[in-house]
T-cell receptor, first 112, second 116 residues
Framework: DAKTTQPTSMDCAEGRAANLPCNHS???????VYWYRQIHSQGPQYIIH???NNETNEMASLIITEDRKSSTLILPHATLRDTAVYYC?????????????FGSGTQLTVLP | GAGVSQSPSNKVTEKGKDVELRCDPI?????LYWYRQSLGQGLEFLIY????????KSGLPSDRFSAERTGGSVSTLTIQRTQQEDSAVYLC??????????????FGEGSWLTVV
């Protein structure tokens, strides 16, 4: 299964775009890139996922490089409530299962 | 329900006692996962159920841990003879299927277990 590398922490000013990078250089062709976030004491919250095309939803945008070895999660207008640990995950198949292997994530702190 | 529901939300138990944690997945979701997260740590995969297939138990840390999924819906995670190192939040998640289509996996709020 492919591993991901993320910065340990990042700060972002409120109202500005937060760009969270992720490296997944060993990703294989059928593995998706997922992003989740976890606010203290809560269960992980799904944000977005993609295979190779860029994706956008009401929460964020996901930009995947053409070689799929890295991606960036973009929160277009960060708010204080976006302060959380953000996990970039490459989803692999284990037998018939699709599992999420969580790393250490990036602690994003949105500053007023 | 609208989301993955877990109970109890909090459980304090004495060392050596057995505990049961319950998960109600999102209606119609055939895939169900259990994870645990120790304080300040990342998520650790425990077990996975997909429809009527044999569960993937590769993440269970010891034979004190077991899980069932009855009728393809509700799941119960059982920890026998609890130890202090079992203290963690136990998270359940579900998705439409565990196949190759990249189905979204949704998590519950977790069951906080404290073993004293």
């Amino acid at each position: 299964d492919a591993k991901t590398t993320q910065p340990t922490s990042m700060d972002c000013a409120e109202g500005r775009a937060a760009n969270l990078p992720c490296n997944h250089s060993t990703i294989s062709g059928n593995e998706y890139v997922y992003w989740y976030r976890q606010i203290h004491s809560q269960g992980p919250q799904y944000i977005i996922h993609g295979l190779k095309n860029n994706e956008t939803n009401e929460m964020a945008s996901l930009i995947i490089t053409e070689d799929r070895k890295s991606s960036t999660l973009i929160l277009p207008h960060a708010t204080l409530r976006d302060t959380a640990v953000y996990y970039c995950i490459v989803s692999f198949l284990s037998g018939s299962a699709r599992q999420l292997t969580f790393g250490s994530g990036t602690q994003l702190t949105v500053l007023p | 329900g609208a989301g993955v529901s877990q109970s109890p939300s909090n459980k304090v138990t004495e060392k050596g006692k057995d505990v049961e944690l319950r998960c109600d997945p999102i209606s119609g979701h055939t895939a169900l996962y259990w994870y645990r997260q120790s304080l300040g740590q990342g998520l650790e995969f425990l077990i996975y159920f997909q429809g009527n297939s044999a569960p993937d138990k590769s993440g269970l840390p010891s034979d004190r841990f077991s899980a069932e999924r009855t009728g393809g819906s509700v799941s119960t995670l059982t920890i026998q003879r609890t130890q202090q190192e079992d203290s963690a939040v136990y998270l359940c998640a579900s998705s439409l299927a565990g196949g190759v289509r990249g189905n979204t996996i949704y998590f519950g709020e977790g069951s906080w277990l404290t073993v004293v």
